[in-house]
Nanobody, 128 residues
Framework: QVQLVESGGGSVQSGGSLRLSCAASGYTYSSNRCMAWFRQAPGKEREGVATINSVGSTSYADSVKGRFTISQDNAEKTLYLEMNSLKPEDTAMYYC?????????????????????WGQGTQVTVSS
């Protein structure tokens, strides 16, 4: 069974940085794998922050381009999200998600309904 466990959230002041990690287990290598970070703030829709496929192609929401970087360690089955220049509007619960059998196109869409596996989330709070 696929398991995703996030860590690294916390509270930081505006302009600060955080690095989120997601430890994945319970699956074998898939060439169609897509890993993603989503976030959801209270009262708002879930937003696709960034995705990365098995060959390292990435996709970012416009709101985080140039500030956030998604990466993965395939050997360790760990996904990362480096977040810099954080803003109060980045405050949200951040979720790691996985789609083992997607496509290059679906991975680039950052659509949460395409991801069947989810972690429990880690809270990020940015104060002004």
């Amino acid at each position: 069974q696929v398991q995703l466990v996030e860590s690294g959230g916390g509270s930081v002041q505006s302009g600060g940085s955080l690095r989120l990690s997601c430890a994945a287990s319970g699956y074998t290598y898939s060439s169609n794998r897509c890993m993603a970070w989503f976030r959801q703030a209270p009262g708002k829709e879930r937003e696709g922050v960034a995705t990365i496929n098995s060959v390292g192609s990435t996709s970012y929401a416009d709101s985080v381009k140039g500030r956030f970087t998604i990466s993965q360690d395939n050997a360790e089955k760990t996904l990362y999200l480096e977040m810099n220049s954080l803003k109060p509007e980045d405050t949200a619960m951040y979720y790691c998600a996985a789609d083992l059998y997607g496509s290059t196109w679906s991975c680039s869409q950052r659509t949460w309904t395409l991801f069947p596996y989810w972690g429990q989330g880690t809270q990020v709070t940015v104060s002004s």
